[in-house]
């Protein structure tokens, strides 16, 4: 959630700066080189998890970073990734226009996009230009299917994991099967959390999946739910009489003491 928008590292790759697209705009190309006027100073990308996801390094990335699993946070989208790329999300189906030829292409939930050039894509809300220069020189579509790692390093091992990378795509998309997420959810609960956006950390997630346990979002849910108990400090019935006749003994004494106070000349 605090990827920085764009990344900065030195030759050696060993110091780095994280820049916001507002600083990256103050810059200026010279000769292949970007010169940006920024007064900040550098940090070791030794155990940096935003550089370890740069260089993809599975590993680091698997140990350094923080994943949060964020609820109903996905939405229709089509994001540009490289030439004629597009990286596709949510989308049941695509309209495909090259040269006033239209094509209607089966979509994806999550899938990469190669598009020929001089063709733009929509859907029913999105749309995107087409490629003029750097594009793929072919006439026709291909579609790749990449995997989200940080999910599956939660349940395999690294060895059973090691032809695999962050990189990677596939042709056909992957059947893998992981346990359900069971996440708490009670009709008092949008009351509780005020209506905020919640976001839970993936790697407690999965502990919580591998026992086929229940995920709660905030300690008031539990409650809710009866796993955590409160001892009842209240008494009972007889408990409850009793204080009401010492109250009504206190308030008739008090009366007699008025009264009698008033009976005397």
């Avoid at 350094?64 to 790329?85: A, E, V």
Wanted: glycine content about 4%; overall charge positive.
């Amino acid at each position: 959630m605090d990827t920085p928008k764009f990344l900065a590292l030195s030759n050696d790759k060993k110091m780095y700066l994280p820049l916001s697209g507002q600083q990256v705009m103050k810059c200026r190309k010279y000769n292949n080189n970007m010169y940006c006027p920024l007064l900040q100073s550098f940090a070791s990308s030794e155990n940096s998890c935003i550089v370890s996801i740069f260089e993809n390094d599975k590993d680091k990335v698997h140990s350094l970073c923080d994943f949060r699993f964020l609820h109903n946070h996905i939405t229709p989208k089509i994001i540009h990734l490289k030439s004629s790329s597009v990286v596709l999300y949510k989308t049941p189906e695509i309209s495909i226009d090259c040269s006033g030829k239209q094509i209607i292409h089966q979509g994806c939930d999550f899938c990469i996009m190669n598009i020929p050039c001089q063709c733009s894509i929509a859907t029913k809300l999105l749309s995107y230009p087409p490629s003029i220069t750097s594009c793929k020189k072919s006439s026709y579509i291909t579609v790749v299917h990449p995997i989200n790692l940080a999910l599956l390093q939660q349940f395999f091992k690294s060895d059973q994991l090691k032809e695999i990378n962050g990189s990677s795509t596939f042709i056909n998309k992957m059947n893998i099967n992981v346990p359900d997420f069971k996440i708490y959810n009670h009709s008092f609960s949008s009351f509780l959390v005020k209506d905020q956006q919640e976001h839970l950390s993936l790697k407690k997630m999965a502990k919580v999946a591998k026992k086929e346990g229940i995920i709660f979002q905030s300690l008031e849910q539990p409650l809710l739910d009866g796993q955590i108990d409160i001892e009842n400090n209240w008494p009972d019935l007889n408990g409850t009489l009793g204080l009401i006749g010492a109250a009504l003994a206190s308030i008739t004494f008090i009366y007699c003491i008025w009264s009698f106070s008033k009976l005397e000349p």
